[in-house]
Structures are given as structure tokens and as C-alpha cells.
């Protein structure tokens, strides 16, 4: 029963990072050829299939932070916590998805990723006392979103 409950928490933790990748994936699909395009992209902007294959595995890697750390029973209250801002980390995600492409604000994105960095650091921070392995799996994805911020900026000056 212990290892079908281990299999369990991956699936949901797989699934939730992946269901905020498909939301935000909306978003961003129907407004790339309107909007995206339109846009006065950096020197430093990839194509589109690289980003999708950089978010595919950046949500593998924190669908598994996730699991490392709902497995772990020690620190209930430190894990709670960091699970909680998990969650909602993946609510500012998408938002910025829903910012950036539907409502084409990149300066509300821009806010939403700079919340979603804080939210970010402190996760791995809460993570780095639970699991040092949960914290360095989430290291590409705030170099990843740190990125994309630098992107989301200079196009605003």
C-alpha cells in the first residue's frame, strides 16, 4: 500500500505542474501568430519549440521537487508551508501566460514574474530544509524564469 501511495503522490504532482503547462499553454498558443509576433523580440528570444521543450522538462523537474518533499513526513509544519507556496507558484505561471499573451500587458507580466521569483526563492529555501536534492531540482527553474524576466523587461524599455 506505502508504494502505491509513493506512485500516487508522483502522478498528482506530475499532473498539477503539467495541468499549469497546458493552462498556460492556451494562453499562449492562440495569441502567438496575433500577438507574439507583432512584438519587438530580443536578439537573446528562442523559437517557440524551444520554449516548450524547456518548460516539458523544467515541469518534470518540479513535479518531482514537489513529490521529494510531499514524501518526506519530517518538518510537517516547514513542509506544509513550502507546499503551499508551491501551489501557488503555479497560480502566478499561468498568470503570466494570461497577462502576457491574452491580455498583452507584458508590464503586468513583468510584476507577476518578479512575484513569481520571490515566491520562487522561497520555496527552495523552505525546500533546502527538507531536501537538498527538492531545492537544487528547482535551481534551472528559476535561472529558466529569471530569463524569461530579463526578456519580459527589455521589452518594456
Do not use: H
Not at 495541468?19 to 501568430?33: E, R, V
Amino acid at each position: 500500500m506505502g508504494d502505491m501511495n509513493e506512485i500516487l503522490k508522483l502522478l498528482i504532482s506530475l499532473s498539477f505542474c503539467f495541468l499549469a503547462l497546458c493552462l498556460g499553454g492556451l494562453f499562449t498558443s492562440s495569441n502567438l501568430d496575433v500577438f507574439y509576433s507583432t512584438l519587438n523580440k530580443l536578439e537573446l528570444s528562442v523559437p517557440y519549440w524551444v520554449y516548450d521543450l524547456i518548460w516539458t522538462i523544467m515541469c518534470i523537474f518540479i513535479a518531482i521537487s514537489l513529490f521529494i518533499v510531499w514524501r518526506i513526513p519530517k518538518m510537517p509544519k516547514t513542509r506544509k508551508r513550502a507546499m503551499e507556496l508551491f501551489w501557488m507558484q503555479l497560480i502566478f505561471n499561468v498568470l503570466w501566460s494570461l497577462f502576457f499573451f491574452e491580455m498583452r500587458s507584458p508590464k503586468t507580466a513583468f510584476i507577476d514574474l518578479i512575484l513569481l521569483l520571490i515566491i520562487v526563492l522561497i520555496i527552495i529555501v523552505k525546500f533546502y530544509k527538507i531536501s537538498r536534492l527538492a531545492a537544487f531540482l528547482l535551481l534551472p527553474y528559476i535561472m529558466w524564469i529569471s530569463f524569461i524576466a530579463g526578456l519580459n523587461f527589455l521589452m518594456l524599455i
